[in-house]
């Protein structure tokens, strides 16, 4: 393997790769734009320019390949590759290009989005002059092109870096955009009739280096230096895309992928992301509710075990056979964990099906038919997974009473099997309806039990590959919801059984006896990527309507 | 004086010098009857080699050298192409062969393309050309008639075909990658090199790409022989060249001469002198591109190591001349309007630093300048030159900085008079 020195790190890079990514690699800063890892390499931007010994202008470290010399050419007697990306030929050019790049560029970071995560706010104050040599009026460009329905485009922000385009042409395969115009006019621009229209849309405003592309749905919102960071996991489809949630005064404000090769790549898609517009408006409900006659009583969790037990205790539906147990692939696994144990302890049966609840197709990105993100984890419990889209009035017919969890069987359900549902539902003697809002299911139910969203507790996720992945709590549940787990233990310890610690990591250590892929791990192993909890099935291309 | 030597420029001005008739009557694809019924593939190749045949774009790169760098043997699929996309300002040679004689061109062509075993060859032409594009057209379809091109050309079992194609109007498009992506129908971009066209070249195929000028010499080295070739002009670059002549010359025009020739002797004896027998003040010997000479550099021979010892290059042989009557703060500012509107945008030191540099020059001529300015072009030149992913930044820094060293008082002069001090003398000129 050649031996190269970069400053004054002796290194031994892989012939053929490019000396960015072995600096990357190594911890050294080499500053550059259009340079993206899954994207291809174009040397356009020309910041990453480094000074190679033997070479008679200064190279780009993104394009600059390392090649073996003959062990009588070697540089000082044992170097392949020679490089400075500090020396003063390296500085000089790169302060040049990044007086070019601000030359034109607005500047207007006060009102601008990126502001506080713009690489070329944070290139120039480390590479940059602190002047302008500028004395001209800047080229004047567009700021708000209406480019797609997601993303707004200021043109004179953009540094022509490319990565959106490129983007649009390998990985989206969608080529709505391209460079038009010449010379200074140069700008991205989308082809006549088209618009910035794909279901990955909004990472071109993700890998845009600067505030040119911007989230219409995020723009405006909010600082992002005043964002609270965690990781959690996407829970719209089986895909589980390792998302990092950005929330501020207890709103989620955006999801942003996080880099995860073994799930997700660099990418998410809109429709995930865009879950912070749902979860607008929602019903949100505060406190546990029962309901007699038509009205409805709140509750003190304090109290509510009791009350629960007695509910229940007193119906008359208190055969096994006469409990339908419904779960949610949204569920947490340590959630599934405590339904299996309240099923267990109180109507004398396994808790599911779980509705295996798909539309659309797969496509060849990311996308999955399958809209639950923990499918597989429920399989891994040992819970049962119902047929694909199957009608779920089959489950109520007959019965006497039911527990629902997180899944809005009437609200998702159409036509004749909606009044299906809605009538064996209103015939029941009790049903007991836990959601993190109040869906059109709750208004038939007896108990309401306010479950905590995906975003405000912990839980660990397994994807349809077998990736498992724990989620942070972003924020605190403004109003008094729990984790379904968190309910068990309460409703278990009311009538005397014996139960986990009502936290995460109490119904973990449950959820671990129950899989064995999670048996021997720990919770770090879950951070940041996931941990292949089944073997992954054969790396093949998912062809278009081939789901599970 | 030395010798007019009519080689390349043989046929024109003769009647119906375009015609195949015409260019055969006087020998004309002979030289390919003689590749292809006695000699290999390699020997063609040799005998170019040998040659020492300096590419005549403006880069100056062996073509002979180059042919062999595309992979061998008729199994591989590979193309030519021929780059007529000829619009260096002060550059018009291509054009006077192409309009004048395109069978020699095309013969030109034809041979290389035995000697690379090549599957045929794009002819990608200036859109500001039509009739050049036409003209050639009209040869290609000739030559297909005459069986020199097509199927089993002249019963070889060599097939070889030629496809005319037209530019759309971009400066950059003759350089030879964005050649390439505009010749796919893309925007006309340059490439990142590598990989270069010898290994992925049009459409991802192994591509030689020469100058018109190149191919049409490659008949005649194939008649004459490689030493007769080498014999010709300077022994670095033999051969002759096309020197174009504009400017404040008497005689302008394109002028065949060996190489080697001095640009004095070009000047005074062959375009006939200054434009009004006025003193001569600047040229600039290769093309818009390469750096200015001042009057008292012209003692210089007019080929590559010549040129280089006073600082500048043969580039694509058009000299423009320039007398007393001319600002060089103006006429850098015609240069820096042009490479900044033939930017192509892509690639940052060129995108910003050709309109900073014309902003810079225009506001020195028009008397808002700054004595900072020289030293202020000096250093944007220099942050574009050497850091472009293809020659068009270099092409700009170079005039921007040699002007700037070689004329600075006048540069200084716009900055401290607030003014052209050349604006009356051109008024008086009126030339």
């Known amino acids: ?548 | 004086m030395t010798e007019v030597l009519k080689l390349l420029t043989r046929n024109v001005g003769k009647p119906n010098s375009t015609h195949v008739d015409a260019y055969m009557g006087s020998g004309g694809y002979e030289p390919l009857m003689t590749v292809l019924h006695k000699w290999t593939p390699e020997q063609t190749l040799n005998e170019v080699k040998g040659a020492n045949l300096k590419g005549r774009g403006g880069a100056g790169f062996p073509a002979g050298l180059k042919w062999s760098f595309l992979p061998r043997g008729k199994e591989v699929l590979k193309y030519l192409v021929c780059n007529a996309d000829e619009s260096e300002p002060g550059t018009f040679k291509d054009r006077l062969l192409i309009e004048n004689d395109p069978h020699s061109i095309l013969e030109g062509i034809i041979i290389a393309g035995w000697a690379t075993q090549a599957a045929g060859c794009f002819f990608y032409i200036r859109g500001e050309m039509p009739a050049g594009a036409r003209i050639f057209q009209k040869a290609v379809d000739q030559a297909y008639a005459k069986g020199f091109l097509g199927k089993n050309i002249l019963g070889s079992g060599f097939n070889f075909d030629v496809w005319v194609s037209r530019g759309a109007g971009a400066y950059i498009c003759g350089e030879e990658t964005a050649l390439m992506d505009s010749l796919e129908g893309k925007r006309g971009q340059p490439r990142l090199k590598p990989p270069f066209p010898a290994g992925y070249g049009v459409y991802g195929v192994p591509t030689n790409i020469n100058n018109v000028e190149s191919y049409a010499n490659v008949p005649l080295i194939i008649k004459n022989g490689a030493s007769w070739y080498t014999a010709i002009g300077s022994s670095s670059a033999p051969g002759t060249r096309l020197f174009g002549i504009s400017g404040h010359v008497k005689r302008p025009g394109v002028f065949e001469l060996p190489s080697g020739v001095t640009l004095r002797e070009l000047i005074y004896e062959h375009a006939g002198g200054i434009l009004g027998d006025r003193p001569l003040k600047a040229v600039i010997p290769g093309g818009s591109s390469v750096p200015v000479l001042r009057a008292d550099q012209i003692d210089v021979t007019m080929d590559p190591d010549g040129l280089k010892a006073v600082g500048t290059m043969l580039g694509s042989a058009g000299v423009i001349v320039m007398n007393d009557s001319v600002c060089m703060v103006k006429a850098l500012l015609n240069l820096m309007e042009f490479y900044a509107h033939e930017s192509c945008g892509q690639c940052t030191p060129c995108r910003e630093g050709t309109h900073w540099l014309e902003l810079i020059v225009r506001r020195l001529e028009e008397g808002g300048g700054r004595p900072s300015d020289c030293d202020l072009i000096l250093d944007v030149a220099g942050n574009i030159m050497g850091r472009t992913i293809c020659p068009l930044g270099d092409a700009a820094a170079m005039p921007a900085i040699s002007f700037v060293q070689q004329f600075r008082q006048e540069f200084e002069a716009h900055a401290r008079e607030g003014r052209c001090p050349m604006r009356d003398v051109r008024m008086t000129a009126a030339i």
Request: net charge neutral; glycine share 8%.
């Open chain 1, 1 to 548: 393997m050649p031996l190269i020195r970069i400053d004054d790190q002796e290194i031994e890079a892989p012939q053929g790769e490019t000396i960015l990514r072995v600096a990357l690699k190594h911890g050294i800063t080499i500053p550059y734009y259009c340079y993206h890892p899954a994207l291809s390499i174009v040397g356009q931007c020309r910041m990453c320019l480094v000074e190679v010994k033997g070479a008679p202008k200064p190279l780009t470290a993104c394009s600059t390949t390392i090649g073996a010399l003959p062990p009588d050419k070697k540089i000082e007697g044992k170097y392949d590759m020679v490089v400075s990306t500090k020396s003063e030929t390296a500085r000089k050019a790169q302060r040049g290009v990044l007086e070019f790049l601000l030359l034109n560029h607005p500047l207007d970071c006060p009102i601008c989005d990126q502001a506080g995560e713009c690489q070329l706010q944070e290139y120039s104050y480390t590479f940059g002059d602190p002047a302008s040599r500028l004395e001209f009026e800047k080229v004047h460009a567009p700021k708000r092109v209406d480019i797609g329905p997601h993303v707004v485009f200021d043109v004179e922000r953009c540094i022509k870096c490319t990565r959106c385009i490129r983007f649009c042409q390998e990985i989206s395969k969608t080529g709505e955009l391209t460079l038009s115009e010449r010379g200074v006019h140069t700008r991205v621009d989308t082809f006549p009739g088209r618009k910035l229209d794909n279901p990955y849309s909004v990472c071109t405003v993700d890998i845009c280096p600067v505030g040119a592309l911007t989230s219409r749905e995020f723009r405006f919102k909010e600082r992002v230096w005043f964002l609270k960071s965690v990781n959690s996991v996407c829970q719209e489809c089986a895909r589980g895309c390792s998302v990092r949630v950005d929330a501020y005064k207890g709103e989620v404000l955006r999801l942003v992928p996080r880099d995860n090769p073994q799930v997700n790549g660099p990418w998410m898609c809109d429709y995930g992301r865009l879950i912070t517009e749902r979860m607008k408006g929602l019903d949100l409900a505060g406190r546990p509710l029962l309901r007699s006659g038509s009205a409805w009583q709140g509750y003190e969790w304090k109290d509510f075990g009791a009350a629960l037990v007695e509910r229940v205790g007193g119906s008359p539906a208190s055969k096994s056979e006469s409990w339908a147990v419904v779960l949610s692939g949204r569920l947490s696994l340590e959630e599934m964990a405590g339904a299996q144990a309240v099923s267990q302890a109180f109507f004398k049966r396994s808790a599911g099906p779980v509705p295996d609840v798909a539309w659309g197709e797969d496509d060849e990105l990311l996308i999955r038919k399958e809209r639950r993100p923990n499918l597989m984890g429920a399989r891994l419990m040992g819970i049962p997974v119902g047929e694909q889209n199957a009608p779920l009035s089959g489950l109520f017919a007959g019965k006497k009473a039911a527990l629902i969890l997180r899944e809005d069987v009437v609200g998702d359900a159409q036509g004749a099997e909606k009044a299906a549902i809605q009538k064996a539902l209103g015939a029941m003697d009790l049903v007991i309806v836990a959601d993190s809002s109040f869906t059109e299911t709750a208004r038939l139910a007896h108990v309401f039990i306010p479950l905590a969203g995906w975003h405000e507790m912990e839980g660990v996720y397994v994807n349809f590959l077998g990736v498992a992945q724990k989620t942070a709590r972003a924020v605190v549940p403004p109003r008094d919801r729990r984790p379904f787990h968190e309910v068990a233990s309460l409703w278990l310890t009311a009538a005397g059984h014996d139960a986990p610690e009502p936290t995460f990591l109490g119904w973990h250590a449950r959820v671990k006896e129950s899989v064995p892929g999670l048996a021997e791990t720990s919770i770090k192993e879950l951070l940041p990527h996931g941990l292949q909890v089944l073997d992954a099935p054969a790396k093949k291309k998912v062809k278009k309507g081939e789901g599970a």
